[in-house]
């Protein structure tokens, strides 16, 4: 029910947009985010996004760098990565709760995509 792409190759320094498609009747009242896995670590919250887009939260190690967005009409998130770092080279998923706050307090959330690999070459 959630679609993430865009994930890929690029260097530091570079920028990537990735889009989650998710199903009309999630996307109509869910708050949505992304969070992230690197290899051998655990999976971690990136960012999130309430359902109308007025209310947004990043984690300490992506504010200022992403920006996380939605269209409503396309039942689409995107997430813009500016100023790629090698730390950032993950496994991104996207995720659905009805919940921003649960979503961005628990890293919990009703719903998940499959995930897309970002790989930044330093």
């Known amino acids: 029910q959630l679609q993430a792409s865009g994930g890929g190759l690029v260097q530091a320094g570079g920028s990537l947009r990735l889009s989650c498609v998710a199903s009309?009747?999630?996307?109509?009242?869910?708050?949505m985010g992304w969070f992230r896995q690197a290899p051998g670590k655990e999976r971690e919250f990136v960012a999130a996004i309430s359902w109308s887009g007025v209310t947004t939260y990043y984690s300490d190690p992506v504010k200022g760098r992403f920006t996380i967005s939605r269209d409503n009409a396309k039942n689409t998130v995107y997430l813009r990565m500016n100023s790629l770092k090698y730390e950032d080279t993950a496994v991104y998923f996207c995720?659905?709760?009805?919940?921003?706050?649960?979503?961005?307090?628990?890293?919990?959330?009703?719903?998940w995509g499959q995930g897309t690999l970002v790989t930044v070459s330093s």
């Open positions: 009309e009747h999630i996307f109509s009242s869910y708050a």
């Open positions: 995720a659905a709760d009805r919940g921003l706050g649960y979503l961005h307090d628990t890293h919990k959330a009703e719903f």
